[in-house]
């Protein structure tokens, strides 16, 4: 009866856990939406998963919407970060969808961690009077390369359509002579979200 109990308890603190994970906050300024991002990448078989030569992929989005009876999406924004090792260099690489091209070189797993989990400040507001609220979800797959040159050139923005959101990222490559990414199955995989107070513009 206690071991259930513990179970039980254990199983109703997870989501807060995960939550913890992810957060999103108007800032005092503008208003404008800050994603801060915990710990997600303390997982071993991640740091495995990237030594072994597997990336990891970030999507991040973020929604504003107006809160009232019936809540109205407003804006929204969204950006991918790409974590591979190289094993020739020994190092970590972080390529930034927003930058395009690399975002940072990183001796250990650990420094590049702290890179990563990190605040982020993102070009999405609010425009007129009202009360709002953000809404944010960070998805954490670790993928397959099966081709580095066309990995390089999504990063160089010639896959746009599928970056800007007109179309799926496996989508655009699925039209290709191969896919360059690959869900692997039994790898580490999580989605978080996140939702701030609700604030008002006057």
Not at 40 to 49: I, K, P, Q, R, T
Not at 77 to 81: H, S
């Given at each position: 009866m206690l071991k259930t109990a513990l179970l039980l308890a254990l199983l109703l603190a997870a989501p807060a856990a995960a939550q913890s994970q992810l957060s999103v906050t108007p800032s005092e300024t503008d208003r404008r939406a800050v994603v801060s991002v915990g710990?997600?990448?303390?997982?071993?078989?991640?740091?495995?998963?990237l030594r072994s030569g597997l990336p990891?992929?970030?999507?991040?989005?973020?929604?504003?919407?107006?809160?009232?009876?019936?809540?109205?999406?407003?804006d929204d924004?969204?950006?991918?970060?790409v974590l591979r090792y190289e094993p020739l260099e020994r190092r970590y690489e972080v390529y930034d969808q927003r930058r395009q091209g690399a975002a940072g070189f990183f001796s250990s797993y650990e420094r590049m961690r702290s890179a990563v989990e990190a605040r982020y400040a993102l070009d999405i507001r609010p425009r007129s009077r009202g009360r709002y609220y953000y809404l944010s979800?960070?998805?954490v797959e670790t993928l397959a390369l099966s081709d580095l040159d066309e990995l390089q050139g999504w990063l160089r923005g010639e896959l746009s359509p599928a970056v800007s959101g007109e179309g799926s990222l496996l989508g655009a490559l699925g039209n290709g002579a191969k896919r360059v990414f690959i869900r692997v199955l039994g790898l580490p995989a999580r989605r978080l979200e996140a939702r701030s107070a609700p604030f008002r513009i006057r």
């Open positions: 710990p997600v990448l303390s997982e071993a078989a991640l740091a495995e998963a990891v992929r970030m999507h991040f989005r973020t929604e504003l919407w107006r809160d009232e009876l019936l809540d109205d999406l407003v924004v969204d950006f991918i970060i979800t960070l998805e």
